[in-house]
């Protein structure tokens, strides 16, 4: 299983990035798709997770309504749309794939991807 996570990079404050994490060797559409990030300095924190055919989602409170996941099965791809960026989004994202129909923000999901770096300038 690979998941490869892409579409970071450096902004400033306000600006956009969508990542995108494309997944192979699994039947994607059998599992739910997050996103978490850590920041310099502090523990993982879970972002957005959507579920198996993308008929549910959420997110944290901290990007609520800036952020949206979404994904393509067909394409095996989970994408995050980021939009309205603070310098506190500064973090490595990665990408998480769990076979359970809901998994938690806290569980210990399945299979992770590698991280790609997004920095906000102020």
């Known amino acids: 299983v690979q998941l490869q996570a892409s579409g970071g990079g450096a902004v400033q404050a306000g600006g956009s990035l969508r990542l995108s994490c494309a997944a192979s060797?699994?039947?994607?559409?059998?599992?739910?798709a997050g996103w978490f990030r850590r920041a310099p300095g502090k523990e993982r924190e879970f972002v957005a997770r959507?579920?198996?055919?993308?008929?549910?989602?959420n997110s944290a409170d901290s990007v609520k309504g800036r952020f949206t996941i979404s994904r393509d099965n067909a394409k095996n791809t989970v994408l995050l749309q980021m939009n309205s960026l603070k310098p506190e989004d500064t973090a490595i994202y990665y990408c998480?794939?769990?076979?359970?129909?809901?998994?938690?923000?806290?569980?210990?999901?399945?299979?992770w991807g590698q991280g790609t770096q997004v920095t906000v300038s102020s």
């Open positions: 959507i579920s198996r055919t993308g008929g549910i989602s």
């Open positions: 998480a794939v769990d076979s359970r129909g809901w998994p938690g923000p806290n569980d210990q999901w399945d299979y």
């Open positions: 060797g699994l039947t994607f559409s059998n599992y739910a």
